[in-house]
């Protein structure tokens, strides 16, 4: 069998191309500067926006209460929070006092309530791509076996709930599971989110599966995905490329709640 190695760039495009922000649209992102890895995940987000005339305000973390107390008068659109954050910073605490509507990750316990009933929600972009990516692979997920490795409240979590409301049937394996295998096997898809590199492999998959990648752990000069790509070559029928399957989807479907963001904050409409 060979397997196809899937690139998201072409589904990205596809989302950008139906996002027209006003002048003035502003996505603030936090980040740490001294983080490497946050900072290139920063640039590629300015490159997408770029693309679409978004706006992107860098800000740093506040080091202090009196600039934690500054920070809310500084936003000047919708927010995203970068990680790592500092251990100071608290996230949920800061997504109460901005509140749902400025939150551009779906981290907002009213988004994540309104995800969990099925209903329209502002979703984790990460969660949100590898569920468009999955359904654009399988053709449909309605009655698909979905194993999802990973249980994270931003990704894995939404992920299971954005799976169920398409129709699939999803199983869960977080860092408890007792036999990893047992629990991925059988499915049509599996999508790998627990950042542990070469955590899947071909025993993990039945024959002709849909393996999705989402982890990306740098090891040395490379990056590294949860799936061993060179155990499941010639098993799987698509891979998923690691960082450019899921990844230019995710940043797509951040700027998609960006600006949607932007017509909630200042009351206008926009092309979802």
């Not at 936090?30 to 300015?46: C, F």
């Not at 740093?60 to 209460?65: I, K, Q, V």
């Not at 999803?170 to 059988?186: F, H």
């Amino acid at each position: 069998m060979q397997t196809r190695l899937f690139s998201g760039v072409d589904l990205a495009n596809t989302i950008l191309d139906g996002l027209n922000p006003v002048p003035g649209d502003t996505l603030c992102v936090l980040a740490d500067p001294l983080a490497p890895g946050a900072m290139a995940y920063v640039d590629r987000i300015s490159d997408y926006a770029a693309r679409i005339a978004l706006r992107i305000e860098r800000l740093a973390y506040p080091t202090s209460d009196e600039e934690h107390a500054r920070l809310p008068a500084l936003l000047t659109g919708p927010v995203l929070l970068i990680q790592p954050a500092p251990d100071a910073f608290d996230a949920s605490r800061f997504l109460d006092h901005i509140g749902p509507d400025a939150d551009a990750e779906g981290l907002h316990p009213v988004h994540a309530g309104h995800h969990a009933k099925g209903e329209v929600a502002v979703i984790p972009p990460t969660a949100e791509a590898a569920a468009i990516v999955a359904a654009h692979l399988a053709g449909s997920l309605e009655g698909a076996v979905v194993s999802v490795v990973g249980a994270s409240p931003t990704v894995g979590r939404p992920l299971a709930m954005a799976l169920l409301t398409a129709g699939a049937t999803v199983r869960v394996a977080q860092v408890t599971t007792k036999d990893l295998v047992a629990e991925t096997c059988g499915a049509d898809i599996v999508v790998a989110a627990a950042g542990v590199p070469g955590l899947i492999r071909c025993d993990h998959l039945r024959r002709g599966a849909i393996a999705i990648d989402i982890g990306v752990t740098r090891v040395g000069n490379r990056l590294v995905g949860d799936i061993d790509r060179a155990a499941v070559d010639g098993h799987v029928s698509w891979l998923t490329h690691v960082p450019d399957g899921v990844g230019p989807v995710t940043t797509a479907c951040l700027l998609r709640n960006a600006v949607n963001a932007c017509r909630k904050m200042n009351s206008y409409s926009v092309s979802t």
